[in-house]
Structures are given as structure tokens and as C-alpha cells.
């Protein structure tokens, strides 16, 4: 009975509890905003270095001005367009916005999640939640409640089951503190689409940068090998390991750039669960559609590969 979660969640946020999230990207591990001691509870629950900035999550876009300082014309605009969806604004911050949430940044990531349970749960609550993806620092999200348990066990105090996340990668991030807009996390909406918006040209950040924590080598790695080998060298390579006596799992996605989103985080935890010694992976083919995929995938590789 949804309504019955629904209460139970804001009973324990109110209470300064740590409670695991669905979103339409990934599960969310949520504190209220404005509890100091809850939002350093993520920290520890994820093992989550001290200064690597929480996502800030709010019900609508009248809540907006509480937490972001300055004009307000480019995030209302990406408001209207974009959220409640899989979009995170980097902006300003207020005095609303605690040191522990942005690590002592002068900014703040804010969203709208698209999720009726969640939605619901913040508009109760009256107040933003910090939330990071609810897993181990490091490794893969989760888009199952699930995978929360799987990953936080008796950690957590409450696992909100929304659901399967409907998009499966983490937001697009776009910074709006700068010169021009520009995306630090590629997601589910690319830069077209934003800088349509928004009406100038967003860059793609280069990706040197570690000030968005998503954005370090060592994300979204699964603990089996993962190697990247194109389409036409996959039958050969495959069959080269297995001669030498490794256990070879293929991870095939499907064409469509949104299902192999939605799938990805579970085939990988799959996979992982699967024991075997390496995982073979192709890249979908560059573009904007493939853009968040591709990007998890070279990250899990790079910090996995031989
Ligand atoms: P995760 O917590 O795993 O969903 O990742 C949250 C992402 O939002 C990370 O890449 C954070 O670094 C990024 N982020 C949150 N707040 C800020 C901020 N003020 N400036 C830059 N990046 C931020
Ligand atoms: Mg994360």
C-alpha cells in the first residue's frame, strides 16, 4: 500500500534516516537536506570520500529558488522542458544548502526526479533530500530495490521498491555556473536537446575534470574484467581466451539506445554474479543517443581491464 511507504519514508527522514530512493535513473540513497548528520551517514554507508558532492532533489520547480542563488531563467527553462526527468543543473547555491551536501562548493546539483513514489514523498517531506546513487562508492548503481538491498543490506533504514528505473543510467549533468553550458556526465538527454532549451550551444566537457565525482576512472566498475573489443574482432577474442582456459561472458545490448540504458546496470550485475575470469563487451556506435552508455562502459573498463 503506497501510501503507507509514503509516510513511513518521511517519518524516518524527518527522523534522520538514510532511506533508498527510486528514481527514473537510478535508486537514490536520501537524507533530508537540512539534517547534517544524515547526509554524513551516506557518506559512511557508501564509503563515499568526504567532499565529493551529493545530488540535492526536489518535488517541483517552485521549490527551486530555496536552493539555487542568482538568475533563474536558465533553470526555468530546463524546467519546463526537462524535469521532473533525468536532468541535473549545477547553479549556485543558497545558504539553504549545507557545506556536507556540496562538499564546500560554492554550487549546488539540483533535480526533479521523475518518480510518482519519490515525487510523493518529497512534496510530504517539504524539504529537498541529498541523494547519491544507493551503492558502494565505486561500483555499479543500482536500478532495482534489489540491487539496494544486494549492495546495503541492514545499512539503509527503509528501501522504497519503485520498481525497475525506467531510463538506468545516471542523469545528464550540465554545469550552468560557467561561460557556456556544459555537460560534465553524459545521460539520457544530450546536448542537442539541452542546448535547444536553453538557446545556445552546450559544450561536452572533456572529461579531465574530477569535480563531479561520476566523472572519476574508478565509477561504475564491475568486478569481473571488462574488456571492449569491436563487433568484428568479438567471435575471434572470445574464442582466444577460451582456449586459454578462461570463463568468457559476452555482454550484448540491444540496438535501441534507450533499452540498452534501461539494462545495463542489471546485465552487468549479472554478469558479475555469473563468476566468469572476463566479460567482452562492444560499444554501441558513437552519437548522442549511445552517449551515456558508451561512457559507462569505457569508465567500468578502464578501471577493470588487463
Ligand atoms: P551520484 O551521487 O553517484 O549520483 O553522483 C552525483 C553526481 O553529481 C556526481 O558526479 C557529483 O559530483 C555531481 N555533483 C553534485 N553536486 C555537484 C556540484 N556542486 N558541482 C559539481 N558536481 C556536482
Ligand atoms: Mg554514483
Redesign the pocket.
Known amino acids: 500500500m503506497p501510501d503507507a511507504i509514503i509516510d513511513e519514508a518521511v517519518r524516518l527522514l524527518r527522523a534522520g534516516g538514510v532511506v533508498a530512493l527510486p528514481t527514473e535513473t537510478?535508486y537514490?540513497l536520501a537524507a533530508a537536506i537540512d539534517d547534517r548528520a544524515a547526509v554524513q551517514r551516506i557518506y559512511a554507508v557508501k564509503g563515499r570520500p568526504a567532499g565529493?558532492?551529493?545530488?540535492?532533489h526536489v518535488a517541483a520547480a517552485g521549490d527551486l529558488p530555496r536552493y539555487a542563488a542568482g538568475s533563474h531563467d536558465a533553470l526555468e527553462r530546463l524546467a519546463r522542458r526537462f524535469w521532473p526527468g533525468p536532468l541535473?543543473a549545477?547553479v549556485a547555491?543558497t545558504p539553504a544548502v549545507p557545506d556536507v551536501v556540496?562538499?564546500g562548493?560554492p554550487?549546488?546539483?539540483l533535480r526533479i526526479p521523475d518518480h510518482p513514489l519519490t515525487l510523493a514523498i518529497l512534496e510530504r517531506l517539504g524539504c529537498a533530500v541529498a541523494?547519491?546513487?544507493a551503492n558502494r562508492f565505486g561500483r555499479v548503481?543500482p536500478t532495482t530495490a534489489q540491487h539496494v538491498r544486494d549492495d546495503l543490506g541492514g545499512d539503509v533504514d527503509l528501501v522504497v521498491d519503485g520498481g525497475p528505473a525506467r531510463i538506468g543510467v545516471?542523469?545528464t549533468?550540465v554545469?550552468l555556473t560557467g561561460d557556456v553550458p556544459a555537460i560534465?556526465?553524459a545521460g539520457a538527454i544530450g546536448p542537442t536537446a539541452l542546448g535547444d532549451a536553453l538557446g545556445v550551444p552546450v559544450v561536452t566537457s572533456a572529461g579531465g575534470s574530477v569535480?563531479?565525482?561520476?566523472?572519476l576512472a574508478a565509477?561504475y566498475a564491475p568486478r569481473t574484467a571488462l574488456v571492449l573489443v569491436e563487433p568484428d574482432a568479438l567471435p575471434a577474442e572470445a574464442e582466444r581466451r577460451q582456449l586459454r582456459g578462461e570463463r568468457v561472458g559476452v555482454l550484448t545490448l540491444p540496438s535501441d539506445a534507450a533499452l540498452a540504458a534501461r539494462g545495463l546496470y542489471a546485465s552487468l550485475r549479472g554478469l558479475d554474479a555469473a563468476g566468469y575470469d572476463v566479460v567482452l563487451a562492444v560499444l554501441p556506435p558513437p552519437g548522442e543517443a549511445n552517449a551515456a552508455v558508451r561512457d559507462r562502459l569505457q569508465r567500468a573498463a578502464r578501471e577493470t581491464a588487463t
Open positions: 537510478v537514490g565529493h558532492p551529493l545530488i540535492v541535473t549545477i547555491r556540496t562538499g562548493q554550487t549546488v546539483a541523494a547519491p546513487s548503481s545516471e542523469s549533468i554545469d560534465l556526465r569535480r563531479a565525482p561520476g566523472m565509477h
